[in-house]
């Protein structure tokens, strides 16, 4: 009789562990993927400005297991015939709705090697990122919030 209770009790422990592993599994998988930045609201020295990028411009976040990078550009061309490209990436974290990027390529060295705290949301195809852009040798100091759009495989 006490093997069947132990038994019994080892099993719920192991399903009870199984069951918050599949949860934060699950909640990590969920970034995972590409993502469409459609819009973003600043706001800098009391001053917030929004900016929507389904206009002149197209930005794309892809995340994988471990790390995250950013491409940027115009859709249309300048005067130099250029589409002012611009991209960064590196590693990331998330733990739980806490979303850390470690920025480790940027063309702007000011903006290498900074980490940056966001806390994350996401609702069926859309993600929304809010956190805080602190880069004292730019002269950024802003909370930022970008919302992304998941790009559907085809």
């Known amino acids: 009789?006490?093997?069947?209770?132990?038994?019994?009790?080892?099993?719920?422990?192991l399903l009870a562990c199984t069951a918050g592993n599949e949860k934060k599994q699950a909640e990590t998988i969920a970034i995972k993927g590409t993502w469409q930045l459609v819009s973003a609201t600043?706001?800098?020295?009391?001053?917030?400005?929004?900016?929507?990028?389904?206009?002149?411009q197209r930005m794309i976040k892809i995340i994988n297991d471990t790390h995250f990078a950013f491409l940027r550009h115009d859709l249309?061309?300048?005067?130099e015939g250029k589409n002012n490209f611009d991209a960064g990436g590196g590693k990331y974290k998330l733990v739980g709705d806490q979303y850390t990027e470690s920025l480790d390529f940027y063309n702007d060295k000011n903006w290498e090697g900074k980490t940056f705290d966001f806390k994350v949301k996401?609702?069926?195809?859309?993600?929304?990122?809010?956190?805080?852009?602190?880069?004292e040798a730019a002269g950024v100091d802003r909370v930022i919030t970008e919302k992304y759009i998941k790009v559907k495989d085809n």
């Open 1 to 13: 009789m006490k093997f069947k209770h132990a038994l019994l009790f080892s099993a719920t422990v």
């Open 42 to 56: 600043t706001v800098e020295n009391g001053q917030e400005s929004f900016t929507d990028y389904t206009k002149n």
């Open 122 to 135: 996401i609702q069926n195809d859309t993600l929304v990122q809010t956190g805080i852009e602190k880069v």
């Open 76 to 79: 249309t061309l300048n005067k």
